[in-house]
């Protein structure tokens, strides 16, 4: 089965910063990654698919980008509502594998 | 608005089965694939199952394949799970989820049950 690993597994940004999280499979997946914001004590919620199509709703602030085995996830201002577990995903074949997560924390 | 309400967690004793359910609306149903996605507590996402918007196909995890099992109620609009052989490991807040495009990517989540294996 392919591996999704995420990195950093936490970080601490201030208001405003630029926060890069990267998510890497452990065999190509082509663009079927998914990105998954968890706010605290909330359920997960689609952010982005395809690597880099934002959900309806999604800020803009929100991007993602890659293909093949490594992807990442951008937020072009870090907002304190942005403060959340985010989780990459494998999809389209079985097993739909999660990476370990990143928590997002403001400094 | 898409609802999902989870129920049928609780206590169970290692070895013992429960059988969720997961009611849908605001969405047609039918035409959908269905998963179940549980979190341990303090821990990350573990996809578990999916089954296909007509039930003809099912896929599980590794961790539970051979012990549980997925099924749907398309005229009552409603998702299951039965979990047999439950381990402590099983211990988890179980999502059911969405999946619009039957392809292991999930749209909208429920809020979950909580299974607890514990003697």
């Known amino acids: 089965d392919i591996q999704m690993t995420q990195s950093p597994s936490s970080l601490s940004a201030s208001v405003g910063d630029r926060v890069t999280i990267t998510c890497r499979a452990s065999q190509g997946i082509s663009n079927y990654l998914a990105w998954y914001q968890q706010k605290p004590g909330k359920v997960p919620k689609l952010l982005i698919y395809?690597?880099?199509t934002l959900q309806s709703g999604v800020p803009s602030r929100f991007s993602g980008s890659g293909s093949g085995t490594d992807f990442t996830l951008t937020i072009s201002s870090l907002q304190p509502e942005d403060v959340a577990t985010y989780y990459c995903?494998?999809?389209?074949?079985?097993?739909?594998?999660f990476g370990q997560g990143t928590k997002v924390e403001i400094k | 608005e898409v609802q999902l309400l989870e129920s049928g967690g609780g206590l169970v004793q290692p070895g013992g089965s429960l059988r969720l359910s997961c009611a849908a609306s605001g969405f047609t149903f039918s035409n959908c694939a269905m998963a179940w996605v549980r979190q341990a507590p303090g821990k990350g996402l573990e996809w578990v199952s999916t089954i296909s918007s007509d039930g003809g196909g099912t896929f599980y995890a590794d961790s539970v394949k051979g012990r549980f099992t997925v099924s749907r109620d398309n005229s009552k609009n409603t998702l299951y799970l039965q979990m047999n052989s439950l381990r402590a490991e099983d211990t988890a807040s179980y999502h059911c989820a969405k999946d619009s495009t039957g392809s292991f990517l999930f749209d909208n989540w429920g809020q979950g049950t909580l299974v607890t294996v514990s003697s």
């Open positions: 395809a690597a880099s």
């Open positions: 995903q494998k999809y389209n074949t079985a097993p739909g594998t």
